[in-house]
Every structure is written in structure tokens, then in C-alpha cells.
């Protein structure tokens, strides 16, 4: 009569922690407590999300379970592979039943696929949810603080008061989208309280400014961190972080996303090389942004680079952007690598454009002009795709500024990390 007590207290215990946890290793655990069997669960890309024991045999079945969504593994001697399914993929669980026969490991078998299921669907739908929050939270510039406050303590998250906002970005082609949000969930557990989302293959990343107080080289370490991690992961796909001059509030998150992400746009800037870039590096660029007038701006590139201009178009060649890569860098080998040519051919190119302009540009004065011309090219560009881009949205559909960054629908948010309720 105890031993049956036992079981069923046990089990309780199990239902207890699958209801009302959102911690799938802590089920594991559990479970692998009461049965004494080796388990293991994993998502449906084979992220590790529990396994019991903690010695070699729960690190063998986090492998078994881990081959079944990567590899498509079904069985393995002495072992019970698991889908676990709600509609769509949720992950794999692996039980280990070489000791299997007895009505634990029998009641086991029949109960734990079912109470995983309905862990991790609860906490998928959670997760939608706070998706959704951050997702508006880093688009929605009528989000205001007292909303934000609210829907995070609904949601379970305690948010910081303050962020350091970034933007990880490729400098021609993004990497897959796997790759992508590895990355992403790589670096939300990395600092406690951070923030990620995914922006049209780049991420944007929220940095706690609490945590940068504490140290402030914190958020560039972070950032760096992430930024060779995304070198190891995509060596081929050349990758750099835009991060804010500032920490900022809640409510003024999505502004400097905004903002950030109009400076990706310009393209990386001299020292492309370096993990991560303050956005003070594109001053020039955002005090024209704000400052001057178009038709101004226009006047002066025309009267700077038009020849260069009809002569790229009449030969279907790139010298502007030759040109601006060697004002740009101050070595040769430098600016040859950024436009993806030899040396020797580059600085032939380099002379061509020279030629074209009339100019060997060794008068610093003419240097710095033709210097301004090409970047107010750039930011021109820019704008103009911008206001393209914002023609076919309705009036009711966000200002213009929010533009910049798309309808709320463009932003995915990867994870966020939970902090539980406010007391």
C-alpha cells in the first residue's frame, strides 16, 4: 500500500511540474528520479532541452534524442524514441528501456510523451505571445511605457528598465536562416534579460543596461562574442554589429531600431574589419540625414561625380564604388578586398576613375568634396528606396519613420529569455 502511495505521489509530483513549470529539464530530472531510467529531450532542431542523469548515461540519451531531429533516427537497441508532436514538430524525447518491463517503466512510457507534449505546447503558445510583445516593442513607436509594463507583467517577463539596442548584419548576403537563429538563441543565453529578434535576415539584439553598468565594456564584449560566433558559424558571409550610442528606455526602443537600422543601409563603414561598429562611426551620414536639403544634396553629387556617374552607366562598370572604397580605406590591399579584386586590378580601376573626374584627388580640399559626394550618394539612394518602399502602405499603416524599420509583421522574434513575474 506504501510502495502504491509512493507511485502516486510521484506522479502528482511529475503532473504538478508539468503544469505549472515552464522548465522542461526540470521534468526530465524529475522523471528521471522517479523511474531511474536515462532520458532526454531536445526540440525539434535538436537543441538540448533536459536530460537525466547527469553522468555519461543522460548525456547518451540527450545523443540519441538529439540524432532523432537531426538525423531522423527512429529506433536504437534499447531505447524508446519519441515524437512529440501538438499539430506541428515540438521535439524528440529518448527513454532508455534496457531495464524496461516493470510497471514504472511501463507507466512511464504511457504518461511522460503526453505530459512533455503539453509542457512544451504550453510554453510554445507563451512563447507566441511574448514574441508578439517584443515584436512590437522593438516596431511599434506608440507602444508606450505604461502598456509595455503591463502586457510584460501578463507575460511573465521582467523586462530591464533600459536597453542598449544592436543590430547584427551581413555585409552582402545573409547566411541561412538556421544559422541565423542559432545564433540568435546562442546569444540570448549569453546575458540574462537580453532580447533578440529577426529583421529581414539581420538580428536585432537588446543589451540590459543594468548589465553595462555594472561593466561598460559589457555590451561590446557581448556583441563581439556574437559577432565570431557568426564567423564560425557562416565563415563565407562576412558579418558586423551596429550598436547605439546610448542606452536607451522602453519606450524609445523601436525609435533607435529605426534608426540603426537606416545606418545598416549606408552600408559597413572603414574599418569593416572590426566585430562592432558604434553608430557615431555614421555621423557624417545622420547629420546630412537630418540637416540638409535634397535638392541641395543632389546639386553637389551631380556637380561632383556626374561624370564618373554617365561613364558607369555608359560602360556598365562600378568606378564609384571603387573610388569610394579607396578614399574609404587607407590601404590598397584594404579597399581591393572590400570591392572583391585583385590588388593590381583595382588599382587600375582605381586610375580609370581618376582619369574619368580629372582629378588625381591629391588636393586634400577636392578629396574631402569628392569624399562627401559618394556618401551623400549613398544616403540619397538610400532615401529614395525608402520612400519607394513606404508609396503602397496605406495612411492608417504607421508614420514614416516606422518605415524604416516595416510593419510589425516583418520583425519574427527568436526567444526571449523569462525572468518570472514581478513581486
Given at each position: 500500500?506504501?510502495?502504491?502511495?509512493?507511485?502516486?505521489?510521484?506522479?502528482?509530483?511529475?503532473?504538478?511540474?508539468a503544469?505549472?513549470?515552464?522548465?522542461?529539464?526540470?521534468?526530465?530530472?524529475?522523471?528521471?528520479?522517479?523511474?531511474?531510467?536515462?532520458?532526454?529531450?531536445?526540440?525539434?532542431?535538436?537543441?538540448?532541452?533536459?536530460?537525466?542523469?547527469?553522468?555519461?548515461?543522460?548525456r547518451?540519451?540527450?545523443?540519441?534524442?538529439?540524432?532523432?531531429?537531426?538525423?531522423?533516427?527512429?529506433?536504437?537497441?534499447?531505447?524508446?524514441?519519441?515524437?512529440?508532436?501538438?499539430?506541428?514538430?515540438?521535439?524528440?524525447?529518448?527513454?532508455?528501456?534496457?531495464?524496461?518491463?516493470?510497471?514504472?517503466?511501463?507507466?512511464?512510457?504511457?504518461m511522460?510523451?503526453?505530459?512533455?507534449?503539453?509542457?512544451?505546447?504550453?510554453?510554445?503558445?507563451?512563447r507566441?505571445?511574448?514574441?508578439?510583445?517584443?515584436?512590437?516593442?522593438v516596431?511599434?513607436r506608440?507602444?508606450?511605457?505604461?502598456?509595455?509594463?503591463d502586457?510584460?507583467?501578463?507575460?511573465?517577463?521582467q523586462?530591464?528598465?533600459?536597453?542598449?539596442?544592436?543590430?547584427?548584419?551581413?555585409?552582402?548576403?545573409?547566411?541561412?536562416?538556421p544559422?541565423?537563429?542559432?545564433?540568435?538563441?546562442?546569444?540570448?543565453?549569453?546575458?540574462?534579460?537580453?532580447?533578440?529578434?529577426?529583421?529581414?535576415?539581420?538580428?536585432?539584439?537588446?543589451?540590459?543596461?543594468?548589465?553595462?553598468?555594472?561593466?561598460?565594456?559589457?555590451?561590446?564584449?557581448?556583441?563581439?562574442?556574437?559577432v565570431?560566433?557568426?564567423?564560425?558559424?557562416?565563415?563565407?558571409?562576412?558579418?558586423?554589429?551596429?550598436?547605439?550610442?546610448?542606452?536607451?528606455?522602453?519606450?524609445?526602443?523601436?525609435?533607435?531600431v529605426?534608426?540603426?537600422?537606416?545606418l545598416r543601409?549606408?552600408?559597413?563603414?572603414?574599418?569593416?574589419?572590426?566585430?562592432?561598429?558604434?553608430?557615431?562611426?555614421?555621423?557624417?551620414e545622420r547629420?546630412?540625414?537630418?540637416?540638409?536639403?535634397?535638392?541641395?544634396?543632389?546639386?553637389?553629387?551631380?556637380?561632383?561625380?556626374?561624370?564618373l556617374?554617365?561613364?558607369?552607366?555608359?560602360?556598365?562598370?562600378?568606378?564609384?564604388?571603387?573610388?569610394?572604397?579607396?578614399?574609404?580605406?587607407?590601404?590598397?590591399?584594404?579597399?581591393?578586398?572590400?570591392?572583391?579584386?585583385?590588388?593590381?586590378?583595382?588599382?587600375?580601376r582605381?586610375?580609370?576613375?581618376?582619369?574619368?573626374?580629372?582629378?588625381?584627388?591629391?588636393?586634400?580640399?577636392?578629396?574631402?568634396?569628392?569624399?562627401?559626394?559618394?556618401?551623400?550618394?549613398?544616403?540619397?539612394?538610400?532615401?529614395?528606396?525608402?520612400?519607394?518602399?513606404?508609396?503602397?502602405?496605406?495612411?492608417?499603416?504607421?508614420?514614416?519613420?516606422?518605415?524604416?524599420v516595416?510593419?510589425?509583421?516583418?520583425?519574427?522574434?527568436?526567444?526571449?529569455?523569462?525572468?518570472g513575474?514581478?513581486?
Amino acid at each position: 500500500m506504501e510502495a502504491v502511495q509512493d507511485t502516486f505521489a510521484s506522479l502528482t509530483s511529475l503532473i504538478r511540474v508539468a503544469v505549472h513549470s515552464e522548465d522542461s529539464a526540470r521534468l526530465i530530472t524529475a522523471a528521471g528520479v522517479w523511474s531511474g531510467l536515462p532520458l532526454a529531450l531536445v526540440g525539434s532542431h535538436g537543441e538540448p532541452l533536459g536530460y537525466a542523469p547527469a553522468g555519461s548515461e543522460g548525456r547518451r540519451a540527450l545523443a540519441i534524442a538529439q540524432a532523432a531531429a537531426r538525423n531522423r533516427l527512429v529506433t536504437a537497441v534499447g531505447w524508446t524514441i519519441v515524437p512529440i508532436r501538438r499539430g506541428s514538430p515540438l521535439g524528440f524525447l529518448a527513454i532508455g528501456t534496457r531495464h524496461g518491463g516493470d510497471a514504472r517503466t511501463e507507466a512511464l512510457l504511457d504518461m511522460l510523451p503526453e505530459l512533455v507534449a503539453e509542457q512544451l505546447h504550453r510554453v510554445a503558445l507563451l512563447r507566441a505571445r511574448r514574441e508578439a510583445f517584443v515584436r512590437r516593442l522593438v516596431s511599434d513607436r506608440r507602444f508606450g511605457a505604461e502598456e509595455i509594463e503591463d502586457e510584460s507583467y501578463d507575460l511573465g517577463l521582467q523586462l530591464a528598465d533600459a536597453y542598449w539596442p544592436a543590430i547584427v548584419t551581413w555585409h552582402a548576403t545573409a547566411p541561412p536562416l538556421p544559422a541565423i537563429e542559432r545564433l540568435a538563441r546562442d546569444a540570448l543565453n549569453r546575458t540574462e534579460g537580453s532580447l533578440a529578434a529577426l529583421l529581414r535576415g539581420r538580428i536585432v539584439l537588446l543589451h540590459p543596461a543594468a548589465a553595462a553598468a555594472r561593466d561598460p565594456s559589457a555590451t561590446t564584449a557581448w556583441l563581439t562574442e556574437i559577432v565570431s560566433q557568426a564567423s564560425a558559424l557562416a565563415p563565407s558571409f562576412p558579418a558586423q554589429a551596429i550598436v547605439g550610442e546610448a542606452a536607451v528606455e522602453l519606450a524609445g526602443v523601436s525609435a533607435e531600431v529605426a534608426e540603426l537600422e537606416a545606418l545598416r543601409r549606408l552600408g559597413p563603414r572603414a574599418e569593416h574589419g572590426a566585430a562592432v561598429v558604434p553608430a557615431r562611426a555614421y555621423a557624417l551620414e545622420r547629420l546630412f540625414w537630418h540637416q540638409l536639403d535634397p535638392l541641395a544634396a543632389r546639386r553637389f553629387v551631380d556637380a561632383q561625380l556626374e561624370r564618373l556617374t554617365t561613364w558607369d552607366r555608359e560602360h556598365r562598370t562600378d568606378l564609384l564604388s571603387v573610388l569610394e572604397a579607396a578614399l574609404d580605406f587607407p590601404r590598397h590591399d584594404q579597399a581591393a578586398s572590400r570591392c572583391f579584386m585583385h590588388r593590381n586590378t583595382f588599382r587600375h580601376r582605381l586610375q580609370q576613375a581618376g582619369e574619368v573626374l580629372g582629378t588625381t584627388l591629391e588636393d586634400p580640399d577636392e578629396r574631402l568634396a569628392v569624399h562627401v559626394a559618394l556618401k551623400l550618394r549613398r544616403l540619397l539612394a538610400t532615401s529614395s528606396s525608402e520612400q519607394g518602399a513606404a508609396e503602397p502602405r496605406s495612411a492608417g499603416s504607421g508614420n514614416d519613420r516606422q518605415s524604416k524599420v516595416g510593419p510589425g509583421g516583418s520583425l519574427r522574434l527568436l526567444a526571449t529569455r523569462p525572468l518570472g513575474r514581478r513581486t
